[in-house]
C-alpha cells in the first residue's frame, strides 16, 4: 500500500532526511516513532505530499505521489498534530467544506453522519468550532482525516488534549479502522503505541534505526528471558518449590516486597514457558501468585536505548539470513 525508497529531503545544507526505505502493507498499523527533531514529521508530510523529496520516491497503492499527486492523496487521510481547522466554521458545515475539497462520491449526508456518529461529535455538529473544547477540536480533525473512506490514515499526535476517556476511545477506534485501513500512528505517548500497533519503525537522525514489533526488538536488544513473580508464603519453601519444576534452570529471591509475600527471579530454559507451570505449583502449596511478568525491554527501554546514542559510532543496521532489521548497540561503560 505505501512503497518508500531511497527518500532523502535536504534544508539547505541540512540533510534531514537520509536514505529511507521501508514498505508497509494494506491493513498494517505501524507506529512511527523518533525524537524531536528525527525528521520524523518530515517523512509524513512527504508521505502526504504536503513536501516535495530531494531525492527518492513514495508510491501510494500504486501511484506516485509527484506523477499523480491527485490519485494518491484521494487515498490518504491525513491528522496533523495541529489540525488545520477554521474555528468560524460550524463543525458540520467544516466537514461539508472537506467533503466537497476531497471531491468525495459517496452521498454527502449519510456520509457525513456515519463519521460524526463513529468520532462521537455528532452532538456538537452545530457548534462553532472555536467553542469547543481542544479534544473535541482534535476529534473534529479526526472526522476531517476519514471524510472519503481513505485507505491510508496517517495521524501525527491523534490523542493529544484527549483525556483518558477520550484516549481509550480514540485508540479503540484506530484497532477498528485498522481492520479495513492502513495506518501510521505517531505519538509520544509510547503505551498508546506499544497497545496499537503491532510494527514499529524507529526513526533518529534522519534514518530508519529499527522496523519490527516491540518483542522482537525487546529480545535483540536484551537476551534476558527471566520472569519476575511476586508469591506469598515462606520464602524458603517456595525457592524449594520453583527450583523443582521442570525446564527452570535457576531461582533466585530478591527479598520481601511487600508483607507476606517474596519476589523471586526464575530463569526458564530457552524457548520454554514455565508461566502455567509456576501457577500450577504455586497453587498446589496453597499459595498465590500475585505477580508474573518477563523482564523483557518495554518500548519506552527500546525508544530510549536507540536514540541516546551516536548512530554511527553505536548502532549499525544489519541484515540478518531472514531479511529482518536487526540493531546491534555497543554497551557503553556506564552500562
Known amino acids: 500500500m505505501i512503497n518508500v525508497a531511497g527518500l ?11 536514505d529511507v526505505n521501508f514498505n508497509i502493507e494494506k491493513g498494517e498499523v505501524v507506529g512511527f516513532l523518533g525524537p524531536n527533531g528525527a525528521g520524523k514529521s518530515t517523512i509524513m508530510n512527504i508521505l ?10 513514495v508510491t501510494i497503492d500504486g501511484f506516485n505521489i509527484v506523477d499523480y499527486p491527485e490519485e494518491a492523496k484521494r487515498r490518504i487521510g491525513y491528522l ?34 456515519e463519521i460524526l456518529k463513529l468520532v462521537k461529535i455528532d452532538n456538537v455538529q452545530n457548534r462553532l468550532i472555536k467553542n469547543l473544547s481542544k479534544g473535541y477540536r482534535q476529534r473534529v480533525g479526526f472526522a476531517g482525516a476519514l471524510i472519503g473512506n481513505p485507505d491510508v490514515l496517517i495521524l501525527d499526535e491523534p490523542t493529544v488534549g484527549l483525556d483518558p476517556k477520550q484516549i481509550i476511545e ?14 501510521i500512528l505517531s505519538s509520544h505517548i509510547l503505551s498508546e503505541i506499544q497497545a ?9 537522525r534522519g534514518e530508519i534505526i529499527a522496523d519490527d514489533n516491540s518483542e522482537n526488538l525487546a529480545q535483540k536488544l536484551s537476551d534476558d528471558s527471566t520472569l519476575l513473580a511476586r508469591i506469598t508464603g515462606n520464602e524458603t519453601d517456595m525457592l524449594s518449590a520453583l527450583k523443582s519444576i521442570k525446564n527452570i534452570k535457576s531461582v533466585s529471591s530478591l527479598g520481601q516486597m ?15 514457558d514455565v508461566r502455567a507451570d509456576i501457577f500450577d505449583r504455586v497453587v498446589s502449596r496453597g499459595k498465590k501468585l ?12 527500546i525508544f530510549l536505548r536507540l536514540t541516546e546514542v551516536e548512530n554511527d559510532k553505536a548502532k549499525q543496521l544489519l541484515k540478518s ?15
Do not use: W
Open 170 to 183: 480514540i485508540r479503540n477506534l484506530i484497532g477498528r479502522l485498522g481492520k479495513n485501513h492502513t495506518i
Open 196 to 204: 496499537v500497533c503491532k510494527r514499529v519503525i524507529i526513526i533518529n
Open 290 to 301: 500475585l505477580t508474573l511478568k518477563d523482564n523483557k525491554l518495554s518500548l519506552e527501554q
Open 48 to 57: 502526504t505530499g504536503y513536501l516535495s523529496t530531494t531525492q527518492g520516491e
Open 80 to 113: 496533523p498534530e495541529i489540525p488545520p481547522l477554521y474555528p468560524d466554521m460550524k463543525v458540520r458545515e467544516y466537514l461539508d467544506f472537506i467533503y466537497d475539497l476531497k471531491k468525495v462520491k459517496f452521498p454527502k449526508k449519510p456520509h457525513i453522519d
Open 8 to 18: 532523502s529531503k535536504r534544508y539547505g545544507t541540512h540533510l534531514a532526511v537520509k
Open 321 to 335: 539470513d531472514n531479511g529482518e532489521i536487526t540493531v546491534v548497540i555497543e554497551e557503553s561503560e556506564e552500562e
Open 258 to 272: 511487600e508483607i507476606g509475600s517474596f519476589d523471586y527471579i526464575i530463569e526458564p530454559e530457552d524457548g520454554v
